[in-house]
């Protein structure tokens, strides 16, 4: 069994995901429709905000400049659902996060696709790229999941 590292939960990503936040990077009518539940504090699932479809999987975790990241139980969660997966390390900065003072703000992320077809290089982005990431996921998973709805026999 595998000890906290930690001793406590970061809240920091989940923190940065709150519409009070993402809302500097893309506004508000874009940043209420960044929906996500967290699944064990470094699992989220990024869903359609208006019925709920499941639309992404990203694991997370605070980025020490570990080279890689282990995600073989995501990747394969991936795979068997069907939507996209990603890695994401985060690099606090010193200065809280406005909208939760509680949590320090994110400086920085390392991004990698982990399903379908895995990058192996690290992508890195700013909060305002990874928030218009986010939006850009949700409309090409949300497009999928409308063509897969289109071309069932039975509807």
């Known amino acids: 069994m595998q000890t906290e590292r930690y001793g406590t939960r970061?809240?920091?990503?989940s923190a940065w995901h709150r519409a009070q936040s993402t809302r500097r990077y893309v506004g508000i009518e874009e940043a209420v429709r960044l929906s996500m539940i967290d699944l064990d504090g470094a699992l989220y699932v990024e869903y359609d905000d208006q019925d709920r479809e499941p639309l992404a999987l990203i694991e997370t975790a605070r980025d020490v400049g570990q080279a890689t990241k282990a995600?073989?139980?995501?990747?394969?969660l991936a795979q068997r659902s069907g939507l996209p997966a990603y890695v994401v390390l985060?690099?606090?900065?010193?200065?809280?996060?406005?909208?939760?003072l509680s949590q320090p703000d994110?400086?920085?992320f390392r991004v990698r696709r982990i399903w379908p077809q895995p990058?192996?290089?690290?992508?890195?982005?700013?909060?305002r790229s990874w928030a218009g990431?986010?939006?850009q996921i949700r409309r090409w998973?949300?497009?999928?999941?409308?063509s897969v709805a289109a071309n069932d026999p039975m509807w």
């Open 133 to 135: 990431a986010l939006l």
């Open 119 to 127: 990058e192996a290089e690290w992508r890195l982005l700013t909060p």
């Open 90 to 100: 985060y690099q606090l900065g010193n200065e809280a996060n406005p909208a939760d």
């Open 10 to 13: 970061d809240q920091a990503y």
């Open 141 to 146: 998973a949300r497009a999928k999941l409308d």
């Open 106 to 108: 994110i400086l920085m």
């Open 71 to 76: 995600c073989t139980v995501t990747a394969r």
